[in-house]
Structures are given as C-alpha cells and as structure tokens.
C-alpha cells in the first residue's frame, strides 16, 4: 500500500489513480473536520470539496517534511473559513437536518454530546476534534492551526472542563 | 515529581498515544503515583470515547462529491480512446474544464497509468 506522501507524489505528477486513492483516505476525515468547525452538514460538503480539488491542484507544492494530514487540514481550515466569510454567518446553529425529531434512546446520549461540542469556541472545537478524532499530536495540531504549543494545551484545557461540565 | 497541572495539561495526547517517549514516560510514572491524575485520564478517555461516537454518527460524505471534484480536476470526459491491454497500453483522452479543452495521453504498465502529456487548449466546440 502506498504512503500519503506517495499518493501525493504522484498526485503531483497528474496520477488520478492516486488522486482517488487519497481521495478515500482522506476527503470523509476532511468533512467531518470541516462539520466541527461549521456546524453545518451542506457547508461541510462543499468545504470537502474544495479542499480536494485544492489538493489536486496544489500537490506540486506540498513540502516533503511536512505530514499530509497535516497539510490537508491546513487546507480545509482555510476552505472552511472562506466559506463562512463567504456565507456572513455570525451566529451559526447545529443543522438540523442532523437531529432526529424522535430520538432512540441510545442516540439521546450523542445528541448531548453534539450539544456540548456545538456550545464551544470554534478554536477549542477543533483542537478537540484533532486530538480525539484525528489523534494529532499538539505539536502538529500547532502546525495546522498556525498557533504556539502552549495556546494548543490551553484551549484544550478549557474545553474539557466545558464539555465535563456540560456532560455531567 | 512533576506538578499535576503540567500532567494534566499532556494528558489528552497521552490519551491519544502521540507525546513523545521523555513525555510519556514522565506522565506514567506521575500517574502511578497520583490517584487524582489517573481520574483525569479515565475522564479523558471517557470524554474521547464519546466525540469519536458522535462524529462517526455523522453521515458519511455522499458519493456525489467525489463526481463533483473529479469534474473539478480532470474536467467533463467527451472522448476517451484505449489501446493495448492490461500488460501495456496507450490511452488518449479529452475533456472540458472552465473554457479550455485539456487533451492528455498516458501510458499504461500492468494497470498503472503514467502520464505522457497535457495540453490545454482554449475551448473551442
């Protein structure tokens, strides 16, 4: 099997093989990093969108050292916020779409939670998402996110006292 | 020892497996010491535990992206000419992406395509 760093040298060279490949690697972890950030499902989608295309696009430029995960997310983060630029959306609210008007009791459990992810800061938001979901390291998490360490433990530390407090 | 607050600041990545070996194995003699800071590991794991089941219930992205972003990158198909066989083969394609008419040619070795050319041309069917 071949590495993402493969993939994307490949990618690069205009390999739609690989580009399919990375594709399925990597574009369902971009929507749902761009869902925790948006908190809407369509957004979401057309956030995974560009990003994708952006990497097809950008794999020439893609510097070796780096990890690509880490690149892509670094992608989809801008792709998010440009869109939210581009929607002028202050306040956003959960999609709705994603809630189940009569929820089985074991789904109540997740909907709290989805609750309590939905009540922090965008910025402790996907510094939760990377280091649960993903399992990046706060070194990389800093990486993507363009900030020091010591703002990546930060923000962590209060959100999980938040979402503590709120699933308590 | 180290302090508990600077435990507590490393244990969700220690959670996650990615401290570095010095990191790990400062956290791990700390937390066989101190009952508090093992507490604050197993709420963490709990904590993680739950996002990871609420993100996985999201619906998976449709396939109708991928169409979208292969149109995006490649351009719409509108002739596609394959010679050879699965061992070694030629293909020549054409397609219509943003005003230009992209026509590439790769060489196929066991299934594997190499790319020989790409030239763009203005759009002009």
């Known amino acids: 099997m071949l590495s993402d760093h493969q993939l994307v040298t490949r990618v690069a060279g205009e390999n739609e093989d690989a580009f399919r490949t990375l594709y399925d690697r990597f574009a369902d972890r971009v929507f749902r990093y761009a869902f925790t950030l948006l908190r809407d499902r369509h957004l979401a989608e057309e956030a995974a969108q560009e990003t994708m295309i952006a990497v097809w696009k950008g794999a020439q430029r893609f510097e070796a050292r780096s990890k690509v995960s880490t690149w892509i997310f670094g992608i989809a983060r801008n792709k998010a916020f440009d869109l939210i630029r581009r929607e002028k959306r202050g306040d956003r609210t959960p999609d709705v779409s994603l809630v189940s008007p009569d929820p089985a009791p074991g789904l109540l459990r997740q909907e709290v939670v989805a609750g309590a992810m939905s009540t922090l800061p965008e910025p402790q938001r996907e ?25 990546v433990k930060s923000r962590m530390f209060h959100a999980k006292r938040k979402l503590a407090e709120a699933l308590t | 020892m180290s302090s508990c607050g600077r435990i507590r600041e490393l244990i969700p990545w220690y959670a996650n497996g990615t401290l570095s070996s010095a990191e790990s194995g400062e956290v791990s003699v700390h937390l066989a010491a101190c009952g508090a800071c093992r507490e604050e590991l197993a709420g963490i794991l709990r904590l993680r535990a739950e996002v990871e089941r609420e993100l996985r219930s999201l619906p998976r992205l449709p396939d109708g992206v991928w169409k979208r972003v292969a149109v995006e990158a490649y351009g719409r198909p509108i002739a596609h000419l394959d010679v050879g066989s699965f061992f070694l083969g030629f293909s020549l394609g054409a397609s219509v992406r943003r005003g230009a008419v992209p026509i590439h040619g790769d060489l196929k070795v066991l299934g594997q395509k190499i790319r020989l050319f790409n030239v763009e041309q203005e759009e002009r069917i």
């Open chain 1, 127 to 151: 510094v939760v998402f990377l280091t649960f979901y993903e399992g990046l390291s706060y070194g990389e998490i800093a990486g993507v996110l363009g900030i020091p360490e010591g703002t």
